[in-house]
């Protein structure tokens, strides 16, 4: 018998266990037939944001794509002319779910921690870079008090275009949360000038960003 996925939110772990899952793969049509080249998705809480953030990275990402392909048979996907895209794009994750702090310094203290594990992620890429660049990747990956973290992440599609030689797809899920935060514990300027520094240079004119998508509440 079937299991149900209560609190599961990684697309893989439910089809590799053989949990209950409501196909939702047609979502993946939609993004991809959309012209948008970044878009937001709001949902009220447990609304399944995070499982379908999931799904979109294992269908996207260039990394494991044949092994990926696998979780995908016999959903409706499958079938769809769109199927063609799916293992062709370096994916970017992050989920900012956890960035509830009291103040700007917890945060910030996170964020670069966040940051780190996302650079050590795709450290691969630091062979196509130049020195400089490697130096600027290294201060990310120390949490550098001079790292140029405003733009870690618009750096980071650069560093990945580079080495596939392919445009980016960035998924930052719950991208609100910390501003939710911020603006409830009274520290929302030093929040909002970062992050707008942060999303903007990431998913405004960023040549290397094949597609955005950000959820919150």
């Given at each position: 018998?079937?299991?149900?996925?209560?609190?599961?939110?990684?697309?893989?772990?439910?089809?590799?266990?053989?949990?209950?899952?409501?196909?939702?793969?047609?979502?993946?049509?939609?993004?991809?037939?959309?012209?948008a080249q970044v878009k937001l998705f709001t949902r009220?809480?447990?609304?399944?944001?995070?499982?379908?953030?999931?799904?979109?990275?294992?269908?996207?990402?260039?990394?494991?794509?044949?092994?990926?392909?696998?979780?995908?048979?016999?959903?409706?996907?499958?079938?769809?002319?769109?199927?063609?895209?799916?293992?062709?794009y370096p994916t970017v994750f992050i989920t900012m779910?956890?960035?509830?702090?009291?103040?700007?310094?917890?945060?910030?203290?996170?964020?670069?921690?966040?940051?780190?594990e996302l650079y050590e992620e795709f450290s691969f890429?630091?062979?196509?870079?130049?020195?400089?660049?490697?130096?600027?990747?290294?201060?990310?990956?120390?949490?550098?008090?001079?790292?140029?973290?405003?733009?870690?992440?618009?750096?980071?599609?650069?560093?990945?275009?580079?080495?596939?030689?392919?445009?980016?797809?960035?998924?930052?899920?719950?991208?609100?949360?910390?501003?939710?935060?911020?603006?409830?514990?009274?520290?929302?300027?030093?929040?909002?000038?970062?992050?707008?520094?942060?999303?903007?240079?990431?998913?405004?004119?960023?040549?290397?960003?094949?597609?955005?998508?950000?959820?919150?509440?």
């Open positions: 018998m079937k299991r149900i996925p209560i609190g599961l939110s990684d697309f893989k772990h439910l089809i590799e266990e053989d949990f209950y899952y409501f196909d939702k793969t047609k979502f993946i049509d939609e993004i991809i037939q959309d012209g009220p809480r447990r609304f399944g944001k995070t499982l379908n953030m999931s799904m979109l990275k294992y269908f996207f990402d260039i990394k494991e794509a044949e092994k990926n392909k696998k979780l995908f048979k016999d959903l409706y996907i499958e079938k769809s002319e769109y199927f063609k895209e799916q293992g062709q779910k956890d960035l509830k702090k009291n103040t700007w310094e917890e945060c910030f203290f996170e964020m670069k921690v966040l940051l780190r890429v630091q062979e196509k870079l130049s020195e400089n660049e490697k130096v600027q990747y290294d201060k990310i990956l120390s949490k550098a008090e001079d790292a140029e973290y405003g733009k870690s992440l618009k750096n980071l599609t650069n560093y990945l275009y580079r080495y596939y030689q392919k445009e980016v797809v960035v998924l930052i899920d719950e991208y609100d949360n910390p501003l939710i935060a911020a603006n409830r514990k009274g520290y929302y300027k030093e929040a909002i000038n970062f992050f707008r520094n942060f999303f903007s240079s990431t998913l405004k004119t960023n040549s290397y960003l094949k597609t955005g998508i950000l959820t919150g509440i």
